[in-house]
């Protein structure tokens, strides 16, 4: 059952986490971050929104750290929660979620010159937030994309995906800042 005195303890922590990552002391961000998974315990499920919040500044964290392992085991554990989440509820949320633990767990293995794994992931990600109706998340994650394509020299599909990116700004007047 929901405690809102964890609750609310989780929701400070995280709060207190994110000024540690503000003033980038990344370390004592996870520090935060881990006691608060401590709280949660066993409860990921009852705790999901607040699971989920802490994997991915946990994967901030750690990829400015350069623990990139350790970053992409904590997106595995937000991702596999949004799954189940979505599979169980229906919830376009947690489908929303799961594109960004898509987006986070891409950067880093693109920091770390993964790019092969990192285009699978930006293309799953596009995938749904095209789904989703999410234009700019979507043209984020294309031009991500795009640059992860270059790194590779495939120039050609790097000018497709630019190409189509700007469809989509163009089609959208909410988009016309890019």
């Known amino acids: 059952m929901y405690n809102e005195k964890d609750g609310l303890a989780l929701l400070e922590q995280i709060e207190e986490a994110k000024e540690f990552i503000v003033e980038q002391e990344f370390e004592n961000a ?18 999901a929104e607040e699971t989920v919040k802490i994997c991915k500044l946990q994967g901030l964290c750690y990829r400015k750290n350069n623990m990139f392992e350790e970053g992409i085991e904590v997106l ?20 929303r979620e799961l594109a960004i633990c898509y987006m986070n ?12 794994e990192a ?14 109706n999410d234009n700019e998340s979507r043209v984020k994650a294309m031009l991500s994309l795009g640059v992860a394509y ?18 989509i700004i163009g089609s959208d007047y909410l988009l016309e800042n890019y």
């Not at 996870?30 to 705790?47: N, P, Q, T, W």
């Not at 595995?76 to 489908?95: F, T």
């Open 30 to 47: 996870i520090d935060v971050l881990d006691k608060a998974l401590d709280i949660i315990g066993e409860m990921e499920e009852m705790y």
């Open 76 to 95: 595995n554990k937000a991702e596999n929660l949004c799954r189940k989440l979505y599979l169980k509820r229906n919830d376009i949320a947690w489908r």
């Open 105 to 116: 767990k891409a950067i880093i293995y693109d920091s770390q010159e993964r790019v092969r």
């Open 150 to 167: 270059g790194k590779i020299n495939n120039y050609q599909e790097v000018k497709a995906l630019y190409k189509q990116a700007l469809n």
């Open 119 to 132: 285009i699978q992931l930006y293309k799953s990600a596009i995938e749904l937030f095209s789904d989703l």
